[in-house]
């Protein structure tokens, strides 16, 4: 049986703005999915809230749309249960930095096997126009009338700093590049975060014109095991990086929980039952 | 040692307490897995404060020849480490109760009528091992010799709960018992109670905490999937989980917050396992919006709330019934959900099973409200009969399925979708009882968009006004079926129909009420007592007819407001005398039957049946 892209879309039409980068994002990872052959029924797909949260509306998929910052550790249950599925989080720089900025740490020190997108337009686009955690410092917004005084924050070197297996940034001007990250990102065993710049077309802040003329790929013999040096050029803001910054193997979470089921000392569970009341005789 | 035959006059309580940190709980706990090796019923009761060390800890333990309701009232058997445990205590020692007590460490008032014996616990402990820790293990060998328990069964129980520290710590904990055990040959101690018999003798049954029976009743659900953060008095159902989780091919993780916790749940419910969290009143809070989450998105979770002291922090470590008003009605929206309150630590297992049965067969989240009291209460519960547990599969499901009990219990699994629906798959599918066909991700045309977002059918967004009435119809519809479902379940009351007191209970409070029930009716005044497992939604009729035949209701309930008595006076428009009780501590038989008798005395004489 043969897919075409048209199999990972849903009956609904996206309600992004014309222009918007989120198209771009959309666009890139049906194409991953499409690379990767994966079937529709194996993906599970959740966001948050804000203009990037909608995206689960859009595929042909399990998918959950939830609530404000809380798609990393709903994405990391579903994994947990169902290591077969394919598992992908998406949220914005509201979600993820802000709100649900704690959870990312802990699906890194785990390494849940998923694929977090972070979709960073550095303004919140859905309530109309509000600063968020990376609005550049002075940006005028609604919330910040005279002028954003909050350092803007760098997640890049975070990421790294809190081991999380697969770093990597994109933009959404850069389709191809994007779909590349993205499906490596995907095939990659344990959590993986893409942080994909997206320009607002609304609340222009990071307009796509400015965004072109800062980014740079990272060079070809960028070391992709060593976390200083991921770092260093995450912190990069002249050129603005993109590409892989960091990338390693170890152990997953479903490695871990599949080896406790496996330990279990040598019982076997045939008959499940049996190890119930084997398990309540223990307490007699 | 001899064994002798059971006797069917044997009743009484032991009271160990003492410094937190000094032993207390594992001496007072060695104790009644010892006494529960026997023919005997065992019930603890355990209190101690939030911190590590210092501060007061008990153990309370009721042996009896019989079912246990509630903790009891005066103590037969004190033991005091130190001069709280004894103050404390002192006036509840029943006349011809003993006092064992350190003396270097307590000073007493001999009163003529009790039998004192002091055991210098910290010197012994020294002398035989150096140190004072091991005092808790020469007190509970004492107390072994005073109830002739089988010393081999003592050296097996400490050797288990100590066996994982380093030998030498073995080693003096062996010593410790053997001094213990001079002691008792010393005292020349009248045995009263004789507490002997083999190791095994007793195989029916098993000594659970009512948090290890709610761990215990989600896998016998078929429940495999837990995520939790740790919060006092509800860990231990989350540690027995993640321990047996593995054992039966499940899951259990560790989250970073309650959030993470209830989220983690959600995605595995969505991913079509049966899955569970437990926490207490703040993490419940916490919990909020990801609850209403899985009642707009119909996915099936349990949550365990073991109640503690609150507000906020308030008292992590002791009992409270006061998040029922959170439970019932605490969150923002018109949300659907289900409230359990298990009566008894046995309970906690069957109204756990009950809780996966309801969530999975009407897709709502399921509450069970448990508290402190009986999360860590011990007692010897009966060992369910497997054969009587049977999975049924979703096709052949019949409307009920039967409350869960010792005698029937029937596993419910979630219906899905046939595959001519799967050909254009409605998830939230209009159907009369509102509960629509879910399917497991993996099925081929089963996909589908879960959104919080007002949605329709399908699952698209859509916030019109038809389809916002009609979805939250939809889910309430379930909240109405269920409803007329628990009517069709044998009414929850008990005691004579002729009665014209009333007393309704919830939770945990069930022996207390029960034994003062059995007090009054020794007295002649005759009363019913209803004890609703299912507290939302209410059976109405069966209520509306148990309060219909009565002159004066009491609501008993350990809180300051009368949360639940607010929610039956709401609802019935009735005017209860409103029993309440905030210290953190369990309501007693004595309290609950002083105010029996208080109505009884103001209730015309002629409702008053006089033996």
């Known amino acids: ?284 | 040692m001899d064994k002798r035959p059971f006797r069917s006059d044997v009743d009484f309580v032991v009271r160990i307490g003492g410094e937190a940190g000094e032993g207390v709980i594992s001496c007072g706990e060695l104790f009644a897995q010892a006494a529960a090796r026997t023919e005997y019923h065992v019930f603890t009761y355990i209190t101690y404060p939030a911190e590590i060390r210092g501060g007061f800890s008990m153990v309370q333990v009721r042996i009896r020849d019989w079912t246990i309701y509630s903790m009891g009232n005066e103590i037969d058997y004190l033991v005091a480490f130190n001069q709280e445990a004894y103050d404390r205590a002192a006036a509840s020692l029943k006349k011809g109760g003993m006092l064992i007590y350190d003396p270097d460490a307590v000073t007493v008032h001999e009163a003529p009528d009790s039998v004192f014996h002091p055991i210098p616990l910290n010197r012994i402990a020294r002398e035989t091992t150096g140190g004072t820790q091991a005092k808790n293990v020469v007190a509970l060998r004492a107390l072994g010799h005073l109830f002739d328990i089988n010393p081999e069964t003592l050296k097996k129980l400490v050797r288990d709960r100590f066996g994982k520290k380093a030998a030498d710590v073995i080693e003096k904990n062996i010593k410790a018992l053997d001094a213990g055990y001079a002691i008792g040959q010393k005292s020349g101690w009248d045995r009263r109670f004789h507490l002997s018999s083999e190791l095994e003798a007793k195989t029916r049954y098993m000594m659970l905490s009512g948090n290890e029976a709610v761990a215990l009743g989600a896998i016998a659900a078929g429940c495999r999937f837990v995520a939790g953060y740790p919060i006092t008095p509800a860990t231990a159902v989350f540690e027995t989980l993640c321990k047996l989780m593995p054992r039966v091919g499940g899951r259990a993780v560790q989250m970073e917050d309650e959030i993470a916790s209830i989220s983690a749940i959600i995605g595995a419910s969505f991913g079509g396992e049966k899955v569970i969290t437990a926490t207490s009143g703040p993490g419940l809070q916490l919990m909020g919006e990801q609850l209403n989450l899985a009642a707009m998105t119909e996915l099936p979770i349990v949550i365990v709330d073991v109640q503690r002291g609150g507000p906020s922090t308030g008292l992590p470590t002791k009992t409270e019934q006061s998040d029922l008003n959170f439970a019932v009605h605490g969150l923002t929206g018109d949300s659907p959900r289900v409230v359990l309150a298990p009566a008894t630590v046995e309970d906690c297992f069957y109204q756990t099973m009950r809780a996966f049965n309801i969530s999975e067969r009407f897709q709502v989240p399921v509450i069970i409200l448990s508290d402190q009291s009986i999360g860590f209460r011990r007692a010897t519960v009966r060992l369910p009969d497997f054969d009587q547990i049977r999975e049924i599969e979703w096709r052949n499901i019949t409307d009920s399925p039967v409350i869960p009990s010792a005698t029937k219990t029937e596993l419910a699994s979630r219906i899905e979708p046939t595959s001519e629906e799967l050909g254009n798959y409605l998830r939230f599918r209009y159907t009369p009882d509102g509960v629509s066909p879910i399917t497991r991700p993996g099925t081929p045309g089963g996909q589908y968009l879960a959104t919080g977002l007002e949605h329709t059918e399908k699952g698209t967004p859509d916030y019109s006004p038809e389809v916002h009435h009609k979805m939250t119809t939809k889910r309430f519809r379930k909240l109405e079926v269920l409803s007329s479902l628990f009517e069709k379940n044998p009414p929850e009351y008990y005691g004579s129909r002729d009665a014209k007191i009333g007393v309704i209970g919830w939770g945990s409070t069930e022996g207390a009420i029960r034994e003062a029930r059995y007090m009054a009716e020794k007295e002649g005044v005759l009363v019913r007592h209803l004890h609703p497992k299912v507290i939302s939604p209410l059976p109405d009729r069966q209520i509306r007819y148990f309060l219909a035949e009565l002159k004066h209701v009491l609501i008993v309930e350990e809180n300051f407001t009368g949360q639940f008595a607010h929610f039956i006076s709401g609802k019935f428009g009735i005017r209860p005398i409103e029993v309440h009780k905030c210290q953190g501590l369990p309501i007693t038989s004595r309290e609950v039957y002083a105010s029996i008798m208080k109505v009884a005395r103001i209730t015309d004489e002629q409702n008053i049946t006089r033996l």
Not at chain 1, 31 to 43: K, R, S, T, W
Not at chain 1, 230 to 238: F, H, K, L, P, W
């Open chain 1, 1 to 284: 049986m043969s897919r075409t892209l048209q199999d990972y879309k849903s009956s609904v039409k996206p309600i992004w703005c014309p222009g918007c980068g989120n198209y771009g994002v959309f666009k890139a990872i049906q194409q991953a999915f499409f690379d990767l052959d994966l079937a529709p029924e194996n993906i599970a797909m959740v966001s948050g809230i804000g203009c990037s949260g909608r995206i689960s509306h859009f595929f042909n998929a399990y998918s959950l749309h939830g609530t404000h910052g809380r798609a990393v550790p709903t994405a990391l249950g579903i994994k947990a249960a169902r290591p077969d599925l394919h598992v992908l989080a998406v949220g914005g720089d509201g979600d993820g930095l802000s709100i649900g900025g704690g959870h990312i740490s802990h699906a890194a020190r785990k390494n849940a096997d998923f694929t977090y997108i972070l979709l960073d337009n550095e303004i919140y686009g859905l309530t109309k126009g509000q600063a968020s955690p990376t609005t550049p410092l002075d940006v005028r917004t609604k919330t910040s009338p005279y002028g954003v005084y909050e350092s803007p924050m760098d997640a890049i070197p975070v990421f790294v700093a809190y081991e999380a297996s697969f770093v990597a940034r994109t933009s959404a001007i850069q389709v191809p590049e994007m779909t590349e990250v993205i499906r490596r990102a995907i095939a990659h065993k344990g959590f993986s975060i893409v942080y994909v710049l997206t320009p607002c077309v609304t609340y222009p802040v990071l307009d796509a014109k400015t965004l072109k003329s800062k980014i740079s790929p990272l060079p070809a013999d960028h070391p992709r095991g060593d976390r200083l040096k991921a770092i260093e050029r995450g912190y990069s803001t002249d050129p603005v990086f993109t590409g892989v910054f960091y990338e390693i193997d170890k152990p997953t979470l479903g490695d871990h929980l599949e080896e406790q089921i496996r330990g279990r000392g040598g019982d076997q569970v045939e008959d499940e039952l049996e190890m119930i009341k084997k398990l309540l005789y223990g307490y007699t």
